[in-house]
């Protein structure tokens, strides 16, 4: 692995000399006895994105330009396999000017669970994504020329890594074909005269995981934190600060893309249960045509004259029957993807993302058969199913409760969840999509 420790004679054997940047991140003083040790970076250790602010290490009253594209080129010649962590500054020289770049985010290119390591190795293949305030003089151009083929934070479309099971292929080629656009440069896509994917629907019979699925996509895409709103929270008893709250919605998009154009970042804006303040225009008889009025607020910003190019709306919804029709034709929410009960592959996908955690700790019970459960589980939602896990391994932990000593402690090596434990929770969690097997069997 490449490594950028110089050997210098002014400094004695068993020593080394760093700088006051590299002393205070890693929290020694000169002088300091400090034990180093080789590092063998694990696999699938490839940084996937990483997000870095920029700043001069003097502060300076004129204002530069730094072109990201040529930036992303420096410094992968620079630091190519080399670790970098959440927290960490670097000085960097750039076009004769001295500069300093801190790691606000890195994911990997795998990366499984909120609690995945924030530290990794810079690829060729790795998304940069700088960052720059604006009191500090510097201005970034050709950000989404250098970012925009880089739209997924990971190489690999997985939505198992993301905690998401059940899902078919066409889910997610139709997930693809909403950001086909995007991947390509700005100037591409102005050539081609073609408009971005402004909207999508995730629609299907409640516990199928549509939140789940939305709040998981701001995870995926490289832009800006995703804002997540249920339905009712925009309504307001206040004649107008219903459409006010819309808007404001938008507004960090509006500025971004009046200051940066077309190398605005994406704003990712979630609705859950949006037939709650979206419903077809008319139905409500409240008199105050509020309802009516967050339609067309809404149609205004993704569709209308001054409609935006950086927003991406995405509603979920157990009821699309209720929805104004005019936000699902195209350019509004176009992308309609229905989540719909997991099959038996689907089911044993979801069983296995929610028992990952028991079998790598070697609480679940050798005689546990997923398959079986899956087969067992039909017309299941995803949600239901967690419940089943969860009731499974209450069973198993009362087993190890005494009513006599609820103080006496528990010995963890002895908690097993066992294929009986699961048996008995599918007579507690039965499906509400369905007719019960046993039911039909008594029509026979």
């Known amino acids: 692995m490449r490594s950028d420790c110089f050997v210098s004679r002014d400094i004695r054997s068993g020593y080394i000399a760093l700088n006051a940047i590299q002393r205070r991140h890693a929290k020694v003083s000169t002088g300091d006895t400090i034990s180093v040790s080789r590092f063998i970076p694990p696999d699938n250790f490839n940084l996937a994105s990483l997000t870095l602010e920029l700043e001069f290490i003097?502060?300076?009253?004129?204002?530069?330009?730094?072109?990201?594209?040529?930036?992303?080129?420096?410094?992968?010649?620079?630091?190519?396999?080399?670790?970098?962590?959440?927290?960490?500054?670097?000085?960097?020289?750039?076009?004769?000017?001295?500069?300093?770049?801190?790691?606000?985010?890195?994911?990997?290119?795998?990366?499984?669970?909120?609690?995945?390591?924030?530290?990794?190795?810079?690829?060729?293949?790795t998304c940069i994504i700088f960052e720059a305030s604006n009191s500090s003089g510097i201005k970034i151009v050709n950000q989404r020329e250098a970012a925009s083929s880089n739209i997924f934070r990971q190489k690999e479309f997985n939505l198992l890594s993301l905690g998401i099971g059940g899902l078919s292929n066409e889910f997610a080629d139709r997930f693809r074909r909403a950001f086909a656009s995007r991947v390509f440069p700005p100037h591409v896509t102005s050539k081609l005269g073609i408009k971005h994917v402004k909207g999508m629907l995730l629609y299907g019979p409640p516990g199928t995981g549509k939140t789940l699925i939305a709040r998981q996509i701001g995870k995926m895409l490289n832009g800006r934190e995703p804002k997540i709103v249920n339905g009712p929270e925009v309504l307001s008893k206040f004649v107008g600060e219903t459409e006010k709250n819309v808007r404001d919605l938008f507004a960090d998009a509006e500025n971004d893309q009046q200051t940066h154009g077309d190398q605005s970042d994406l704003h990712v804006i979630i609705f859950d249960e949006i037939d709650a303040i979206c419903k077809s225009r008319g139905s409500t008889r409240d008199g105050t045509g509020v309802h009516d009025s967050i339609v067309n607020q809404l149609l205004t910003k993704i569709d209308g004259v001054e409609s935006l190019n950086n927003v991406l709306l995405i509603g979920t919804t157990n009821r699309k029957d209720l929805l104004d029709e005019a936000l699902l034709r195209l350019g509004r929410l176009e992308v309609q993807v229905e989540i719909s009960l997991p099959d038996e592959n689907g089911r044993l996908q979801i069983l296995q993302i929610h028992t990952n955690k028991m079998k790598e700790n070697s609480f679940l019970a050798p005689d546990v058969n997923l398959k079986e459960l899956a087969a067992r589980t039909k017309n299941y939602s995803g949600a239901e199913l967690e419940g089943v896990v969860k009731t499974a391994v209450s069973f198993a932990l009362n087993r190890q409760l005494s009513m006599d000593d609820l103080t006496k402690p528990v010995d963890e090596k002895s908690i097993k969840v066992t294929m009986d434990d699961f048996l008995n929770a599918l007579h507690e969690i039965t499906p509400t999509f369905g007719a019960s097997t046993d039911d039909l069997e008594r029509c026979r």
């Open 58 to 125: 003097k502060k300076r009253t004129k204002n530069e330009q730094v072109d990201a594209v040529l930036l992303d080129t420096q410094l992968k010649q620079r630091f190519i396999s080399q670790v970098m962590t959440a927290g960490q500054r670097v000085p960097f020289k750039y076009h004769g000017n001295n500069y300093i770049f801190t790691v606000n985010q890195a994911v990997l290119e795998r990366q499984e669970g909120s609690n995945a390591p924030e530290r990794g190795l810079i690829s060729n293949e």
